[in-house]
């Protein structure tokens, strides 16, 4: 640690490694192998850090007895030009030193890092070997915090053949990975091909791989770009232009590390207690992003995703405060599709493919009490498309906190606001209606009458002659031309949930008293 000098240079150096078995007086080779290192370059080192580690290329080849056919077996690993600089040994030693308080100071390990033109083969029968290759890797600001653990008082009940206690265990090996925190690390030129069968071969290819911000507060984003498998078994294809998962937060270490406690303490506390442990566990905020998703499966079809996300958070973990979900053009093979009900309905209705997009958001505001439900859509191509909103006033914070006990009593202060559904006919009603009219044997005209008739004794109940009417004449007006069905739900002021509770012993008054209003076209 405390030898410094300028520069240390190695042109060549080799080592070789045999392993043995002993079992009576017979020797049996389980492992041989060489390593070989060329240009190694250590420069600039001092008190614990160095400026530069490189060296011009590695080469390793390790060969292991397989049991099962009792051949060696080999792996051979190549690496090309690979550099590290601004590494500092000094942070990972203080993680391990007792004496060294935790105290929020940050350390860089290693500033930057790259490794190029990395090849491998491992063999896993005879004839068969799984082999794979990256162009370029690199590495950028690893870091570490000082956390408090126990780590070498672990190593040394160990080696004292002394077992931990599980908590002590959990609890300090995550205090060792919150520890360290990478600013970024991708892959990029990535091929590996499987073996599948007798001179048959699946490959596989991903542009890049990447990661970054990775920390004990969460992870930034993790991405995968451009995956390509157009041979996969059966004659499956998959390809993928991006994935990604981010904007992660982590739960608070500490109400995490006492729920470690409580359940190792009680194993039935999880399962009499799961909204809390989830509290204490579950991310309060995730997201993820999937673009040009093609799978093709023989027999089955292509599925396809245009665009995918999901973004999520909490400000009352762990039920979520936000969401919002939006696809684009997702399509799927009727013939995929399990149930053969469903199957003979879609064709019926025209589709050998369904398309749909599909979007919604919910926010709850802490400041206003507010929560709203937007843009809650589905649309399927040939079909239709539907809409809703809908609007709560005064939502406490209970609701949130409780869900499952005061939290249904506090919602009863809450207010609704207004709601609305509109219906954007693109087929599916016309197409329906000559579907059912054929399984029943009844003329169209009929079975509109029919489901007219329905409509209004769905009403009935309600015991209000206006609204059975307005019911009656949207329903009858969309069946004889389909466009459009709207409802609406628009007080002239935000209605408590208790009042509309108590209005279902007289529910006559609640078409007038919400402002219900059914439209078509």
């Known amino acids: 640690m405390l030898t410094s000098?300028?520069?240390?240079?190695?042109?060549?150096?080799?080592?070789?490694?045999?392993?043995?078995?002993?079992?009576?007086?017979?020797?049996?080779?389980?492992?041989?192998?060489?390593?070989?290192?060329?240009?190694?370059?250590?420069?600039?080192?001092?008190?614990?850090?160095?400026?530069?580690?490189?060296?011009?290329?590695?080469?390793?080849?390790?060969?292991?007895?397989?049991?099962?056919?009792?051949?060696?077996?080999?792996?051979?690993?190549?690496?090309?030009?690979?550099?590290?600089?601004t590494i500092d040994l000094n942070g990972f030693i203080n993680l391990f030193?007792?004496?060294?308080?935790?105290?929020?100071?940050?350390?860089?390990?290693?500033?930057?890092?790259?490794?190029?033109?990395?090849?491998?083969?491992?063999?896993?029968?005879?004839?068969?070997?799984?082999?794979?290759?990256?162009?370029?890797?690199?590495?950028?600001?690893?870091?570490?915090?000082?956390?408090?653990?126990n780590v070498l008082s672990l190593l040394d009940q160990v080696l004292n053949k002394q077992a931990p206690s599980p908590e002590e265990l959990?609890?300090?090996?995550?205090?060792?990975?919150?520890?360290?925190?990478?600013g970024d690390a991708r892959v990029s030129g990535i091929s590996v091909i499987i073996p599948i069968g007798p001179g048959l071969e699946s490959a596989v290819k991903i542009k890049e791989v990447a990661m970054t911000d990775i920390g004990s507060e969460g992870i930034g984003e993790m991405m995968l770009v451009g995956l390509d498998a157009p041979k996969l078994p059966e004659g499956a294809s998959v390809k993928l232009d991006w994935a990604a998962i981010g904007n992660i937060e982590f739960a608070d270490y500490t109400p995490m590390e006492e729920m470690i406690g409580k359940l190792i303490a009680d194993p039935n506390y999880g399962e009499n207690n799961p909204l809390e442990v989830a509290r204490a566990f579950i991310p309060r905020s995730f997201a993820y992003e999937v673009e040009g998703l093609d799978v093709n499966i023989p027999d089955v079809g292509r599925t396809e995703i245009g665009k995918a996300e999901m973004t999520i958070s909490t400000t009352v973990p762990p039920i979520p405060t936000s969401l919002h979900?939006?696809?684009?053009?997702?399509?799927?093979?009727?013939?995929?599709?399990?149930?053969?009900?469903?199957?003979?309905?879609f064709q019926a209705l025209g589709l050998e493919t369904i398309v749909w997009s599909d979007e919604a958001r919910l926010y709850w505001d802490e400041a206003t009490l507010d929560l709203r439900l937007e843009r809650l859509m589905l649309e399927i191509e040939g079909l239709g498309r539907a809409e809703a909103s809908l609007r709560f006033a005064n939502v406490p914070k209970a609701l949130f906190e409780?869900?499952?006990?005061?939290?249904?009593?506090?919602?009863?202060?809450?207010?609704?606001?207004?709601?609305?559904?509109?219906?954007?006919?693109?087929?599916?009603?016309?197409?329906?209606?000559?579907?059912?009219?054929?399984?029943?044997?009844?003329?169209?005209?009929?079975?509109?009458?029919?489901?007219?008739?329905?409509?209004?004794?769905?009403?009935?109940?309600?015991?209000?002659?206006?609204?059975?009417?307005?019911?009656?004449?949207?329903?009858?007006?969309?069946?004889?031309?389909?466009?459009?069905?709207?409802?609406?739900?628009?007080?002239?002021?935000?209605?408590?949930?208790?009042?509309?509770?108590?209005?279902?012993?007289?529910?006559?008054?609640?078409?007038?008293?919400?402002?219900?209003?059914i439209e078509a076209n």
């Open 325 to 345: 979900i939006k696809s684009d053009g997702i399509r799927v093979p009727v013939s995929a599709i399990d149930d053969p009900e469903a199957q003979a309905l």
């Open 402 to 517: 409780d869900p499952e006990g005061q939290g249904q009593l506090a919602a009863i202060s809450a207010q609704f606001v207004d709601a609305s559904i509109i219906f954007k006919d693109a087929g599916v009603t016309a197409n329906g209606l000559k579907f059912f009219a054929e399984a029943q044997g009844l003329p169209e005209n009929v079975l509109r009458e029919a489901l007219v008739a329905q409509a209004a004794q769905a009403t009935a109940p309600i015991q209000n002659e206006a609204f059975t009417k307005m019911v009656s004449d949207a329903v009858s007006t969309y069946l004889n031309d389909p466009k459009e069905l709207k409802v609406t739900l628009s007080p002239a002021n935000p209605i408590p949930l208790a009042q509309i509770l108590g209005s279902m012993a007289a529910p006559q008054t609640l078409p007038d008293l919400l402002n219900v209003k």
């Open 5 to 85: 000098y300028d520069e240390v240079k190695v042109d060549n150096s080799a080592l070789t490694i045999e392993a043995y078995a002993t079992e009576g007086d017979a020797d049996t080779q389980v492992l041989s192998g060489t390593v070989q290192i060329d240009g190694y370059r250590l420069a600039g080192a001092r008190d614990g850090k160095v400026d530069e580690y490189s060296i011009n290329g590695m080469t390793q080849v390790m060969r292991t007895l397989d049991a099962a056919s009792g051949q060696m077996l080999a792996q051979t690993t190549s690496q090309g030009k690979t550099v590290y600089n």
């Open 170 to 182: 959990i609890t300090n090996v995550f205090q060792f990975y919150r520890s360290f925190a990478i």
């Open 97 to 149: 030193d007792p004496s060294v308080p935790e105290n929020g100071e940050e350390w860089t390990l290693i500033g930057s890092g790259s490794a190029v033109d990395y090849k491998s083969r491992q063999e896993v029968a005879e004839g068969f070997a799984v082999q794979m290759e990256a162009e370029r890797a690199t590495l950028d600001n690893v870091t570490m915090i000082k956390r408090d653990n």
